[in-house]
C-alpha cells in the first residue's frame, strides 16, 4: 500500500532510522488506514523484554498508594515503559498474598517488580530464584538484597513523633499502631517508645492500639480508645489515614483537635495537608526514594547507569493538629458515635 519495503515500514513503526519525509507519511497513512498497531507480545518476544514493570502493593484501599503510584507511573512512562499492577485482597494471609501477587506479576511477563510495604521476608526471595535479582522494594528493607531497598530510618521517624509532643508538654499520649506483623510499622512505634522512656514515661501504662492502616481502622480505633477511659492529651496514630480517621470520631464525640487533644500522624501524605484540622506528621521523602527506586529496578533490566539515592532523611511537618496540653480526654465522658459508624 505504501509501495516501500518491510525495514521501511519498520523503522517508522519503531521510530529509529533514517527515512525520508515522503517514505515516512505514506508510512503513516497506511498504518491508519489499515488500523494497524505494534503487537506487544511479538516486540516481547525479539526483544527479549516485555517493558512492563510489576507493582505489588499490600491492599487497594485509601488514597496512601495513590500518589506514590502516581510517581512510579510517571517515571516508568518517562523511561518507555509501563506499569502493571497487583495488589492483596485483605482476606487472606498478608504474607502468602504477597509471594503469589510477585510470582503472578513476573508469570505475566513484567521485566521487574516493585513492592510496596510487603510482608515479604528474607525466605521469600529464595521462591522467585532468579527473579529476585529483578525487585526492588519500596518503604521496608531486606538484609540479603540491601542495594535493592529503599526506606528511611523508621526508627529515627518514630522518635521525631515523640519529640514533638514531648516538646510541647505532653506526658499523657495514646498509640494507635498499624499491623504488628509490617516492619515498618513496627520500628516507627520502637522509636516513638523508645524517645518516650528516655523522657522518664512509663510506657507500659500506656494506652497501645493495633489496627490495619485505614482510616475506617483509626475511627475504630479512636472509638476504643474512648471507650477505655484512659485519660490522654496526645494521639500518636502509626500513619495518617488512621489520624484522620481518629479525629473524625473525636469531632463526633465533641473533642476538639487541638484544644483538647493533639494528634500527629506519620508518612505525611497528601490528604495531610488538608484535614481541619491541618494534620501534623513525620515527612517520608516519598518522591526522591520511590524515583531512586524505579531507576534502580530499570539498571537491574537493562544495565543501565541511571542515577540512584541511596540515603534519605524522615523530618517533621509541624501542623495546626498539636499544640501545649489541655485538659485532656477520659474516654468515658465522650458521646456514644453517630448513626453512621454504628
Known amino acids: 500500500m505504501a509501495g516501500v519495503g518491510t525495514g521501511t515500514v519498520s523503522r517508522v513503526v519503531r521510530g529509529t532510522g533514517s527515512v525520508s519525509p515522503d517514505k515516512r507519511e505514506r508510512i ?60 492483596g485482597t485483605g482476606k487472606g494471609e498478608a504474607r502468602a498474598e504477597a509471594v503469589d501477587g510477585v510470582n503472578l506479576l513476573f508469570a505475566r511477563g513484567c521485566d521487574g517488580v516493585i513492592l510496596l510495604t510487603s510482608p515479604l521476608q528474607e525466605d521469600d526471595l529464595a521462591r522467585f530464584g532468579a527473579q529476585a535479582k529483578r525487585l526492588v522494594a519500596l518503604n521496608y528493607a531486606l538484609a540479603s538484597i540491601p542495594e535493592q531497598c529503599f526506606t528511611v530510618d523508621h526508627v529515627a521517624g518514630g522518635r521525631l513523633a515523640a519529640r514533638a509532643l514531648l516538646d510541647q508538654g505532653h506526658r499523657a499520649i495514646a498509640v494507635l499502631g498499624g499491623p504488628g506483623a509490617v516492619q515498618d510499622n513496627v520500628e516507627r512505634i520502637e ?14 501504662a500506656m494506652w497501645v492500639g493495633e489496627h490495619d492502616f485505614s482510616s475506617s481502622a483509626g475511627w475504630s480505633g479512636a472509638q476504643e480508645l474512648l471507650a477505655s477511659r484512659t485519660r490522654f492529651t496526645a494521639l500518636f496514630c502509626a500513619n495518617d489515614e488512621m489520624a484522620l480517621g481518629a479525629i473524625s470520631r473525636f469531632y463526633e464525640a465533641g473533642i476538639h483537635v487541638p484544644r483538647d487533644v493533639s494528634v500527629i500522624g506519620y508518612d505525611d501524605a497528601p490528604s495531610a495537608a488538608w484535614a481541619a484540622p491541618p494534620l501534623s506528621s513525620v515527612r517520608i521523602p516519598w518522591r526522591e526514594m520511590t524515583a531512586s527506586g524505579v531507576a534502580e529496578l530499570l539498571n537491574l533490566c537493562d544495565g543501565g547507569r541511571r542515577r540512584v539515592a541511596r540515603r534519605f532523611h524522615v523530618s517533621l511537618a509541624l501542623r495546626a493538629s498539636i499544640a501545649r496540653p489541655g485538659a485532656g480526654v477520659a474516654g468515658g465522658a465522650a458521646r456514644a458515635p453517630s448513626s453512621a459508624h454504628r
Not at 191 to 204: H, Q, V, Y
Request: hydrophobic content about 45%; charged content about 15%; glycine content about 12%.
Open 28 to 87: 503513516k497513512q497506511a498504518i491508519d488506514a489499515l488500523g494497524y498497531r505494534p503487537s506487544h507480545t511479538a516486540r516481547s518476544l525479539l526483544y527479549g523484554r516485555s517493558r512492563m514493570i510489576g507493582v505489588y502493593i499490600p491492599m487497594l484501599a485509601g488514597t496512601f498508594y495513590t500518589a506514590i503510584l502516581q510517581i512510579i507511573d510517571t517515571e516508568l512512562r518517562a523511561a518507555g515503559l509501563h506499569m502493571m499492577m497487583g495488589f
Open 191 to 204: 522509636g516513638f517508645m523508645c524517645e518516650l522512656e528516655a523522657a522518664g514515661i512509663d510506657t507500659g
